[in-house]
């Protein structure tokens, strides 16, 4: 569907500074996105390149990752991620994208979007590609928000997840894990294990118990839930071991002559595989549990990657994700406690 | 060197119940470690096949992974890893070995060798390797042995890596690192932070700050402390994606005449990679922290495995590895708040 068949849409948001390509990567994801009917804003420095459904908001200022995301987004009111979330939560845009400092994009759409009534926490959802999954993938929460979480919070993960997986990607009754050291009930952290319990009692999602960290790339669960600590560590564990394996192929076909003929093969055969294994390649994490959609799409995004980021954010928005979420929260109990605090 | 040559040196005490592969893996692997130099004695059921400087302790009775580590250890008195144990404990063997339930392993460990003066919690350390590093490894601790800790347990999980790193597997002076969501220091959960702190003003040891999941292969540091729940999901992720990328080279080289070709380059260069990328390649992983020296092989291990880690824990027995963690220990003060507490 072309721009022009859309056209009261309001357009995704995307912040031009902060990624690793510079604001040529960020135009040319923005064109890729717009051509595959998708308007987006981008808020970049003069220059910035537009094309056909991509206009530009002129931004000079910007976060960098090395600020302190809260104190810079108070600070910097004309920063591109700032102003950008100020016009999601203001409907003059459907979505944040933001391929800039994480901890800013997080602390700028949790300021203007605020969170849905009875969220603890907002979590970072990532999108795990299942290597021979034909394009499945595990959406994995929390990836980074909250490195000390209670039980309380990994429940609420859960149904963040479950109901983002079905209202946006499209899995009917999503299979919801627990990511611990072990399937048996009893075993993991202290956390974990009162967690479980919460969630093998919790109605309205698909518990299936326990998973562990070989269990990630099979594809044995649609949504696996832990916490912000151990799932960044896990998720650039997997990244790492996608990097070893591509210096391998490298220096696997330039090892001699037989090698370097089967080298193209095996340069394709693999590269595939590090795309597959590598969480960075899908579009982006999603922070869940706010009023609004917001994508932080990773740093050293390629062009596809910040079109798959915008195409994301577009679709989390028209499969109103947001009310959905809201809607099986408040149907799970799982906001109860934390109304009962806010009282 | 043949088992000949040392005729005065205790055995290495090695379980024969509860690997993936059976008694005769075990046996195989006895056999390999004998003929390297290092007496080995099973404790097996009868009709445990021996060979030179492999003798059998009959022993029917064993502790299977479904059953309660401390329920089972405190009970069976004659299981296998319980007398393995208690002939290291009463200096009759040097070394206990086992590829059965790492509960079990670590129960019967900790009752009979006891915990060294001032430690906390015993530690469970990996080796892990680094593709493309010639052999080089990352001591990885804790890999699973406390799911909860306090920033002094990682304080002084720091100093049991450190000294076992020098002691027993060469390295001059560790570089030691907590893991962490980022390398600036008030970055992570609550308890590394606090950690990282403490691990900034300790003597005795070369803390270089946090290393992120990606850097975990790449050598950036030669001890890298964690948690135990974070450790062992690490850990599994690493071995998922292992298997991923077997099955991805078993499946490609099936997807075409071209690739069929390309096949057995392919399966060579990345099995290799395989391996490296395994954790349980290596020999086992080492419970630090005891009076004695215990090394959980991974219950999937190949005879090769099996060797390996008896070659490892006789190893850490004649470098006197507990009585040089100890000194490291009682000079760097990180025992001293054990100490009082024992008081």
Redesign the interface.
Known sequence: MSQAERPGIAPVALDGHGADGGVEAIAEGARIAAEAGVPVRVYGPSGTPTSPGVELVECDEWIANEEEPVVAVRAKSEASVVRAAADVAAGRASALVSAGSTGATMTAALFALKRIQGVHRPALAAQVPV??GDGASVLFLDS?AN??VRPQHLVQFAFLGSSFSEAVLGVQRPRVAL???GEEPK????A?IEAHEALAEAEGLDFIGNV???????GAADVVV?D???G??????????????A???R??SR?GP??A??GL??RR??G??RR??DPNEVGGAILLGLRGIAVVAHGSSSPTGIANAVLLADRAGRERAVDRTADLLSRSGATREALRESE
Do not use: C, I, Q, W
Not at 212 to 218: C, K, N
């Open positions: 290597p021979g980074g490195s000390d990511l611990s050291v075993k993991g952290s202290a974990v562990e960290g070989r269990d990630l790339l099979t832990t912000g600590f151990t960044n560590v896990t998720l650039k564990t997997l990244e790492g071991t996608a990097r070893a394996v210096d391998a192929v220096s696997a090892s037989r090698a003929a089967g093969l095996l055969a693999l595939g595989l597959e294994l």
